[in-house]
């Protein structure tokens, strides 16, 4: 504190690492194109921007989970603070939930639930955030790891997803990025931006590096069960054997509530690599210093998982691939836009942008701003997931939205398009 020749001096003011951080996430990005947005324009805005349909009417939840809710409540047995890992009852539940689909069966010791699956993230890259060490992340990806690698100055390497092998991970790029100050390797699947989901075969490999490597898998599971090309949903928690894999996922997508902020962690050691390097007692510690998730939500757990029908799932995944489809058949039309892999996964896909096509359209933002300023419509840019001049359209809205969206962003493409 002091005077500056009369004027008064703060000492505290903007954090430059948390603006480079926050400069690195989709919300700036989405935040920037809906100011964009023509105030006068009566139509309705396309969202296509995030991966969130629960607003509409054929994503709502299953009245299941909504009562499995307002019983928790009720029962007064959820008022209670939650302990570090979450309720006894939750993990239980969720370590069930998963087992189902894995050929052994989940501790519940070793589920720790979050608040949504961002916790996971922000706990992990907190926890491995030590001076000199790097992570390495996908291009493109989801970019709330680069934002929280980046508040908590881990230095972050990039291997690439290749289109051309349907969004595969670059495994020789990933050997050729590592070395000994590396502490992990992050593998979204389904993916989320490319709408690719990887083959056990791929997976496989990719533990088979991450072992060789000596580095942690955090297996990003957020989209589980949304895949509805040929390749099945395979968890790499069936690779736990090869290498310590840390498994991230949450209610949020599957069930269409982000909004409830019920994700989990599950560390999967069976050898005891995490415990005997430290890094199980240092995962404690940080979720001993973090928010816990609301203890009313971890209660409903047991009847949420246990009284959805199966019927609910199969019903919304089969309009969001319809939804797919719908998306990956107009692309083709629009000759500015390619799209490398038809999505048979998560709610995305990633597509490329033919400028020398276009007349006035200098890049991905300038399409985007574009695009929400004349026809409020609003995609992501490329850039913001990691690749430029590329965009990641979400398809999973409600389909008429869907119908007016692609309408609108042919003639946007048309009105554009070298003459
Ligand atoms: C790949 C990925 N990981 C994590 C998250 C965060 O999930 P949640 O909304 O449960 O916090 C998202 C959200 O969209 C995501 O796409």
């Given at each position: ?85 979450g ?12 087992s ?32 000199g ?23 972050v ?20 990025l ?13 993916c989320?931006?490319c ?54 996922g ?43 998730a ?62 020398s096509l276009l ?7 300038d ?53």
């Amino acid at each position: 504190m002091g005077d500056n020749n009369g004027a008064k001096q703060w000492n505290f003011g903007a954090n430059e690492v948390v603006e480079r951080s926050s400069s690195l996430g989709i919300r700036d990005y989405l935040n920037n194109l809906m100011s964009n947005l023509d105030g006068q324009d009566k139509r309705p805005v396309i969202p296509l921007g995030h991966g969130d349909p629960s607003p509409f009417p054929s994503f709502r939840t299953d009245q299941a989970a909504v009562e499995a809710i307002c019983d928790a409540v009720r029962s007064t047995k959820f008022n209670n603070y939650s302990s570090s890992s979450g309720i006894p009852v939750a993990r239980k539940a969720v370590a069930e939930y998963l087992s189902r689909d894995l050929s052994y069966e989940i501790s519940p010791n070793d589920v720790h639930i979050t608040v949504g699956c961002l916790q996971a993230v922000e706990i992990l890259v907190s926890a491995l955030a030590t001076p000199g060490a790097n992570i390495l992340l996908p291009r493109p990806s989801y970019p709330m790891y680069d934002s929280r690698a980046a508040l908590c100055q881990l230095e972050v390497r990039y291997f690439d997803l290749l289109p051309e092998n349907g969004w595969d991970v670059d495994l020789d790029g990933v050997q050729a990025l590592a070395d000994d100050k590396t502490v992990a390797i992050v593998v979204i699947n389904p993916c989320n931006p490319c709408g690719n989901v990887f083959s056990y075969q791929h997976l496989q490999k990719i533990a088979e590096t991450a072992s060789k490597l000596g580095i942690l898998v955090i297996a990003d599971e957020v989209y589980d069960h949304f895949a509805f090309g040929d390749k099945p949903f395979v968890s790499m928690a069936e690779f736990a054997e090869i290498v310590p894999v840390i498994m991230l996922g949450a209610i949020s997508k599957r069930w269409f509530v982000p909004g409830w902020r019920l994700g989990w962690m599950v560390t999967l050691d069976p050898h005891g690599i995490m415990k005997d390097s430290g890094f199980s007692q240092t995962l404690t510690s940080v979720l001993n210093m973090s928010t816990d998730a609301a203890t009313f939500v971890q209660g409903a757990m047991p009847d949420i998982i246990g009284n959805t029908k199966e019927e609910f799932f199969s019903s919304k995944l089969e309009m969001v691939k319809k939804c797919a489809e719908f998306c990956y058949e107009e692309l083709m039309k629009i000759p500015c836009i390619t799209c490398p892999c038809k999505p048979e996964g998560s709610m995305f896909t990633m597509v490329k942008l033919n400028l020398s096509l276009l007349e006035d359209i200098s890049d991905d933002l300038d399409f985007c701003s574009k695009l929400a300023k004349e026809e409020s419509m609003i995609i992501l840019p490329g850039r913001a997931v990691g690749l430029s001049n590329w965009l990641r359209i979400n398809f999973a809205v409600e389909l008429k939205l869907l119908i007016e969206g692609f309408a609108r962003l042919k003639n946007f493409a048309e009105r554009h398009s070298k003459k």
